[in-house]
């Protein structure tokens, strides 16, 4: 029951106070490992596309690994001290993995800057939040662009953490973030990372694969008890939950388009290319700038439910 507990109260630390910039967070250590063990295989493998490959494969197995052990041993170290300790330092740490307060606050920071009809400042804070090009983007573009964030992080960041959590504690979560932050890092298409990330993309859309789908399925209910269209989102989602080049992102981008009943996705320019890209959703309506609060109010719904799923399911095989 520690385990169902310590999630509990880090989900409602990170529905209170987020990600204070105080605080040291745990991802700017995975960072660090990130950067200095690219720099470090890149100079130890031969510079080709197999030593590529092969040099980003280690580092995909080793910062993740890396990253388990070191959270581990900290609890293990502090239940030696006492094992309240222990608790306290993994409710610490889940609190930290979650991330739906923090994606709150910056998708919710650009609707404060379309509202007040500042482009400018709508472009930079959306910058921070997407890997996209967004020095051309309007506003339709920019909400456009954060409702999609907001959608496809709804898993990334919330429930894919709270579902690893909820299985192995801090440890998994962490692992879970670590494979996530490398194909943040490193696993993009383009001319550098395009071998140097191969594995890295892979490792992240397989860690991906159940939690997207578990996350879609949660929105769809969702949607029916905060106002929104679950019947058109299921319809969306089995039409168009593969049309993006990631297995998994258009699963919750798909029923969140068509809950809310507007279009999502499409071309968009990465790097200074463009990307064709399929659309995902009926463009039953303009898309607005109040679309990027029913997101975040969807995220909400179908955290809330699978926290009840996901903590019910484990007390159950505790108390079996």
């Known amino acids: 029951m520690e385990t169902v507990i310590i999630i509990l109260i880090a989900f409602l630390l990170d529905c209170l106070f987020g990600d204070p910039p105080w605080l040291p967070h745990p991802i700017r250590l995975i960072g660090f490992f990130i950067t200095k063990g690219e720099k470090l295989l890149r100079a130890l493998f031969p510079k080709n596309k197999g030593g590529e490959i092969a040099a980003g494969a280690v580092l995909a197995v080793s910062v993740p690994v890396l990253t388990f052990g070191l959270c581990w041993g900290l609890l293990q170290a502090a239940a030696m001290v006492h094992v309240y300790l222990k608790y306290a330092v993994e409710t610490l740490l889940c609190y930290q993995i979650f991330a739906a307060k923090s994606l709150k606050d910056e998708s919710m920071r650009v609707y404060h800057h379309i509202e007040a009809g500042d482009l400018a400042g709508a472009r930079k804070y959306l910058s921070y939040i997407v890997g996209r090009d967004t020095k051309d983007l309007d506003f339709r573009q920019i909400t ?83 106002g929104f269209d679950g019947k058109n989102g299921l319809k969306i989602y089995r039409r168009d939950r593969r049309n993006h080049a990631s297995p998994n992102s258009a699963h919750p981008e798909s029923v969140c388009a068509g809950a809310l009943h507007v279009q999502l996705a499409g071309d968009a320019y990465y790097f200074g290319k463009l990307y064709k890209k399929k659309t995902i959703g009926d463009d039953d309506r303009p898309i607005e700038a109040s679309d990027i609060k029913n997101t975040v109010k969807l995220m909400y719904g179908a955290a809330i439910l699978c926290l009840i799923i996901f903590l019910g399911i484990r007390t159950c095989l505790e108390l079996l």
Request: glycine share 8%.
């Open 144 to 226: 456009k662009a954060v409702v999609e964030t907001v959608a496809e992080n709804t898993s990334d960041g919330v429930i894919a953490p709270m579902l690893f959590m909820a299985v192995g504690g801090a440890p998994l979560g962490m692992l879970y973030k670590a494979v996530n932050t490398l194909d943040s890092m490193v696993g993009y298409k383009n001319e550098k990372y395009i071998n140097f990330g191969k594995v890295s993309a892979i490792s992240d859309d397989i860690w991906n694969y159940i939690p997207a789908r578990l996350t879609a399925f949660a929105m769809v209910a969702a949607a029916f008890f905060t």
